[in-house]
Each structure stands twice: as C-alpha cells, then as structure tokens.
Antibody, heavy 119, light 109 residues
C-alpha cells in the first residue's frame, strides 16, 4: 500500500525558517514524482512544485519559485518543503502528493501538515 | 498559464439525486484532467484521471467525461458521504504548470 506520512503541525514566528517532511513507503520512492500543494485557510488547492527523487529534478510553479525549496533524500524515502524566512501569509495546510506513473495527476496524498506563522 | 474554472460554485442536491459538475479550461488540455474530492478536515482524494478513468476503489456512481476544454463530473445518485468539495486539475503541460480549479461544493439540499 502506498503511504505518504507527513511531519506534524508547526507554529512559527515570522522570519523563522522551517522544513517539513513527507516520507513515502509501499512503492519505489525514486521512480515517481512527488509534489507539494498548498491550501490556505478556507481556500482551494495550489500546486507549488514537484521533485523526482531519482535524480532530484525539481520544477516549481512560477507562483512559488524563489519562495520555497523542495528537496528529497532518497536514502530515507523522504521529500521536504522548506522556507528560509516565513511570513504570516505562509499560514496554510501543506500536502505532499505522489504523481501517477504515466499520468501526472496527484494519485496518492499525505495527511497534510498545518503550518501556522504568527507573532 | 491555463486557467481552470468550475461551475457552479455551490450545488445543493438531495440524497439519491444526480449531481453534475462542470470544469472548463482556458485552452485545450486534451484528456489530461483529474477530479478530486475533499471532505472537511481531510486530504483530497483522486476520483478520476484521464478525464474519464476512475481511480482505484472509486465507486461506479462517479463518472467523468469530456476532452479539450469542457469536462463534467457526474455523481449518479448522491450518497451522504459524497457531500464534499470537488476540484478539477489539469496536468497537460510539461514542464509542468499544473492548475486546479476553484472547486465546487456539493451540499445537502
């Protein structure tokens, strides 16, 4: 069974850094793209970027390019989303999701990580 | 960038009735269109990909149709567990520029 297990909720102050994680299991971690999706409170879904853990090829949505960094450690089957300086507007639920093989839809989802940024 | 629109924003339906949700792309996405269901407090779940293929474990009452710019998700007979928000998403571009629609909330009439 494919599973994506995300790290727990975070409460941070503006200006702080943060790295959240997504551990994949039940499939070949290096063979599928993993993406990150943001959902701000009461709002819809926004695609942030994707990474191919096999070679770390990373693609960002123009809306998030330069705002976050996506990475992966294939030795521990874990993808990451990180911020160097959080803003209050980064408050949101963040989901990781694995893409399908031949079809690039988001086939399997993590449970989400709630990030709250408040002074 | 391909812009996705969904209509209606909210659909009020009685249990057992049919629900028809629409999704439109600003330019052709071929059949590279997925539908997701999201219930309150839960992660989204893939329902349909390739515009019309049900994902594993999805009941047959969910069906998708369309290609190009116009797509439809039909729920043939709404069950209580189907009241949720439904999002469409295109994945036609590579390098990727995936975009989601704003969602349709299906609530109880």
């Amino acid at each position: 069974e494919v599973q994506l297990v995300q790290s727990g909720a975070e409460v941070k102050k503006p200006g702080e850094s943060l790295k959240i994680s997504c551990k994949g299991s039940g499939y070949s971690f290096t063979s599928y793209w993993i993406g990150w999706v943001r959902q701000m409170p009461g709002k819809g879904l926004e695609w942030m970027g994707i990474i191919y853990p096999g070679d770390s090829d990373t693609r960002y949505s123009p809306s998030f390019q330069g705002q976050v960094t996506i990475s992966a450690d294939k030795s521990i089957s874990t993808a990451y989303l990180q911020w160097s300086s959080l803003k209050a507007s980064d408050t949101a639920m963040y989901y990781c999701a694995r893409l399908g093989g031949t079809t690039k839809n988001f086939q399997h989802w993590g449970q989400g990580t709630l990030v709250t940024v408040s002074s | 960038e391909i812009v996705m629109t969904q209509s209606p924003a909210t659909l009020s339906v009685s249990p057992g009735e049919r629900a028809t949700l629409s999704c439109r792309a600003s330019q052709s996405v071929s059949s590279n269109l997925a539908w997701y269901q999201q219930k309150p407090g839960q992660a989204p779940r893939l329902l349909i990909y390739g515009a019309s293929t049900r994902a594993t474990g999805i009941p047959a009452r969910f069906s998708g149709s369309g290609s190009g710019t116009e797509f439809t998700l039909t729920i043939s007979s709404l069950q209580s567990e189907d009241f949720a928000v439904y999002y469409c998403q295109q994945y036609n571009n590579w390098p990727p520029l995936f975009t989601f629609g704003p969602g349709t909330k299906v609530d109880i009439k």
